[in-house]
């Protein structure tokens, strides 16, 4: 049996969690920045390192108090190296080289792309190598294929924006606040998909790739085509309304739009997949990230005549944690690819 303690610090989410054996997660704690960054209207690197400095110490130590585990009995400590915000994820090397210097255990440097795939794997056993890996959240949008979650070869990513960020830019756009993926995927069905035909990217070169800017940039002309100003001002002044609050707030016609949105992004997200079926000999699929939580994809995935399998991590795994990072970092424990203290963090760290 051997026990690693994961930490994740590579964006706004403090979180340690202690696993055993890469499967069986005995603790996760996350400790979020939403109140920190909420009225910035993003995430502001400057204070989320702080806020990582606060919550770093209080958060590791939950994690192994939920765990029942002590010190000398962890076989290594596993941190996100990057991708990420540089501060962000210094603040967890930092503390992860502290732990293992003291404690004379292994460091583990973990990749955070690689970190969600493994959430998959952490709570599915069904998953059929080689595999599609759909990683989509704020800050990626890629999609690789892997080999029983050990090598990864990059099929395609996005050339601008994530698809995770541009729910966010659309949301605020919109007068939704931040973050908005949560925001529209509730209000997305009050609304028609098909009511407002936006664009699907056409890329060249990599048809795999992909591209939300054009999409996001449709969504603005539309706007700036009506007299929304008042409507937007109006939904800006809510403070954490509920749905049914949005909803009085927010005209049949934004509702159509924000439907039509959502419907384009999975669309984009599983036509891609669909399209690299036919030239990878994948078995799997897996769908992970902060968008992995949409209901939208999860629902379009389930219909999709897709060739294989799909497979989704629980809502608490889709979005930043360090169980998965604890996860992704057992095959490494196993084949004793250690980090020393010469670790630094990188913020445009590539996973294949």
Not at 17 to 22: H, K, Q, S, T
Not at 131 to 157: P, W
């Amino acid at each position: 049996m051997s026990l690693i303690l994961g930490i994740e610090t590579s964006c706004d989410e403090t979180a340690a969690a202690v696993v055993e054996d890469g499967r069986k997660v005995l603790s996760t704690v996350v400790a979020s920045q939403f109140d920190a960054h909420e009225k910035y209207g993003g995430v502001v690197p400057e204070l989320a390192s702080r806020e990582h400095l606060r919550a770093i110490v209080p958060v590791v130590r939950q994690a192994m108090e939920k765990a029942g585990a002590g010190w000398e009995d962890l076989a290594a400590v596993a941190v996100t190296q990057g991708p990420g915000l540089i501060g962000s994820l210094l603040v967890g090397i930092t503390y992860a080289k502290s732990l293992c210097f003291v404690r004379r255990l292994p460091l583990i440097a973990v990749n955070h792309i690689e970190g969600h795939i493994h959430a998959v794997l952490l709570e599915s056993r069904d998953v059929l190598f080689p595999a599609l890996a759909l990683v989509v959240s704020g800050g990626h949008t890629h999609l690789f294929g892997t080999d029983a979650g050990i090598t990864y070869r990059l099929l395609g990513k996005t050339r601008d924006d994530a698809a995770g960020e541009a729910f966010d830019k659309v949301a605020k756009l919109l007068g939704f606040g931040y973050p908005g993926g949560p925001v529209i995927d509730k209000l997305a069905p009050f609304g028609n998909p098909r009511g407002i035909r936006l664009p699907f990217a056409r890329m060249k070169g990599n048809t795999l790739d992909f591209s939300f800017s054009g999409l996001k940039t449709a969504v603005l002309r539309w706007v700036e085509s009506r007299d929304m100003a008042e409507e937007i001002a109006r939904r800006k002044q809510l403070i954490r309304p509920s749905v049914e609050e949005w909803l009085r707030a927010t005209p049949q016609a934004t509702l159509d739009l924000l439907a039509s949105f959502q419907y384009t992004v999975v669309e984009e997200l599983l036509r891609h997949a669909a399209a690299c079926a036919e030239t990878f000999d994948a078995r799997s699929l897996i769908v992970s990230g902060g968008v992995a939580c949409n209901t939208a994809l999860r629902a379009a995935a389930a219909r999709a005549e897709l060739p294989f399998p799909v497979f989704f991590p629980s809502a608490g795994l889709s979005t930043d944690n360090a169980a998965m990072i604890a996860a992704a970092a057992f095959p490494k424990f196993e084949r004793v690819e250690f980090a020393d203290f010469t670790l630094a963090a990188q913020a445009s760290l590539s996973l294949s």
